[in-house]
Nanobody
Framework: QVQLVESGGGLVQAGGSLRLSCAAS????????MAWFRQFPGKEREFVAA???????FYADSVKGRFTISRDNVKNTVYLQMNRLKPEDTAVYYC?????????????????WGQGTQVTVSS
């Protein structure tokens, strides 16, 4: 089992920055692939960014160059640094863990999910 708790969401003006954190507990964090997804009202969860167990990262085209995913295996935490935020980034952001370590871009690849944190970007 892996328990995930997100934090860092909030209200920010367009062009601003936020850093989301996801603290993990349970099985060995360092061997998990980790990702951030987001969900708009009435829509399916959408991939944002992932980092596999060896630290390779990849991003959705919509956030490439603005968002950065990173992990701290000592603190058992994964981060999402979000810069140059846009109103269309407004969503609930979820952290997810893949015990296989691969960290892909599909929700079904992830066994564990956090409760989500709201990010609202005002224009």
């Amino acid at each position: 089992q892996v328990q995930l708790v997100e934090s860092g969401g909030g209200l920010v003006q367009a062009g601003g920055s936020l850093r989301l954190s996801c603290a993990a507990s349970g099985r060995t964090f360092s061997t998990c692939g980790m990702a951030w997804f987001r969900q708009f009202p009435g829509k399916e969860r959408e991939f944002v960014a992932a980092i596999n167990w060896i630290g390779s990262t990849f991003y959705a085209d919509s956030v490439k160059g603005r968002f950065t995913i990173s992990r701290d295996n000592v603190k058992n935490t994964v981060y999402l640094q979000m810069n140059r935020l846009k109103p269309e980034d407004t969503a609930v952001y979820y952290c997810a863990a893949d015990p296989t370590g691969r960290g892909g871009s599909y929700p079904e690849e992830y066994d564990y999910w956090g409760q989500g944190t709201q990010v609202t970007v005002s224009s």
